[in-house]
């Protein structure tokens, strides 16, 4: 499986992807699912993917080989992030017809697509591009996304992120879910590829890998075990109704 | 949907369900999911199910009819937890196939059961029954088992929970687990059933409906939330590799 978050706050992005695909659980590789395109100073551009590797790889291919050959319509070239949704989507429903014209199968092979970033004159964008290609856009209301194995890392993200929350504090609230996803769902694993993009920058963060002996992850992931078992003691006493 | 939660502990069981049902989102109900059986000084026997709501009623339908008419085996007259664990696996195989005979569809009507309790004479047990009536027993590794939409209160279960965690600490644990769910699942909903089982004291316990205007449940839910807060923001500051 895979755990992919991106938060779209008012200073900037926030993305997480593990790297971990199985084949059934005797078959675990290592793959980057963060992955980035753009021009300095003109636009930055991410996508996340999860579900099928073959398709989202051939989704990032065909991404890649436009803009290679020049091809229009290309990630360079598009004017806003919504036709950079709506290009991904296209290529996503391409890449899928390409197997079978059966809808129904296609699901089969299909996957999600998390698109971040920000292009000159647009403002920074959010969308979820579904399986069939079509997409929903982060608000202000609803300023994440998660795809993947997403349920483990939910509730950290319910109780503590709101949309203008700092960045700093974002990414804490973002690795913490992932460390609780960590701990309770093998399919997703380490490393994680991370990067935090500043609103208006233009600038394509280089990004960072969090590998099994990352120390600041450690720190926080040890941390974080004891703040929970310490506010768990910290709670009043179960009332007198309760039996014990 | 549903979420229940059981723990075998060193000092005895808590077990919490919700009471949530939903055929459509247009159709949500309440429905107890923790359902007592034993007699006092004796033996104590709880059931807590998820799944089909028909399938769920027959099989304490059956388990309490025969009580009432005292047909052989029934919950009184078991020897032992793992003959509850039967009773219950063969009785839950019965109400299936009365519907059909095709295992494949049975799946559409089917349920997991949660059994816990202690007979005289006996060790105080829990198993997981599976829909196809076959079941696992929690051990001192794995002290605890969640039946329904259990993946978003898994995480503090995973960092906080040990065998021999005191009732109360553990009491608290699940009551945070399930306040995550509620949090973050509307299929899952108030209110609750707790109840915790101390090991030998043979003594069926009333438990506690937990509602939405519960004092206790309302105060350490808003602190938990706080401690979340607070200790997201004690983490060290991102390093400098983050670009933040």
Redesign the interface.
């Given at each position: 499986m895979t755990y992919c978050c991106a938060l779209r706050l008012e200073q900037g992005l926030v993305l997480i992807s593990d790297t971990r695909t199985n084949a059934g659980v005797d078959h675990i590789s290592v793959f980057r699912k963060l992955h980035t395109f753009g021009v300095d100073g003109e636009r930055f551009i991410a996508l996340q993917t999860s579900g099928n590797l073959a398709t989202t790889q051939a989704v990032i291919g065909h991404l890649q080989n436009a803009l290679t050959l020049r091809q229009e319509p290309n990630l360079n070239t598009v004017n806003t992030m919504f036709e950079v949704a709506e290009l991904i989507g296209k290529t996503l429903r391409k890449v899928l017809a390409d197997i079978t014209s059966d809808l129904h199968e296609q699901m089969n092979y299909s996957c999600s697509i998390l698109v971040a970033g920000q292009i000159q004159g647009d403002k920074m964008q959010l969308y979820n591009v579904y399986p069939q290609g079509n997409f929903i856009c982060a608000t202000t209301d609803t300023p994440y996304f998660q795809i993947g194995?997403s349920?483990?890392?939910?509730?950290?993200l319910?109780?503590?992120l709101y949309y203008k929350m700092p960045?700093?504090?974002a990414?804490?609230?973002a690795l913490?879910s992932f460390d609780?996803?960590l701990?309770?769902?093998v399919s997703v694993g380490l490393p994680l590829d991370?990067?935090?993009y500043h609103k208006d920058s233009f600038k394509i963060?280089?990004?960072?890998r969090i590998s099994e002996n990352d120390l600041?992850f450690t720190?926080?992931s040890k941390?974080?075990?004891e703040?929970?078992?310490r506010?768990?003691?910290?709670?009043?006493?179960?009332?007198a109704?309760?039996?014990?």
């Open positions: 194995e349920k483990y890392g939910k509730p950290i319910d109780r503590a960045l700093d504090d990414l804490r609230c913490i609780s996803t701990r309770s769902n991370a990067l935090v963060p280089t990004g960072k600041y720190q926080i941390q974080w075990s703040t929970l078992r506010g768990l003691q910290e709670l009043p006493k179960p009332t109704d309760y039996d014990l």
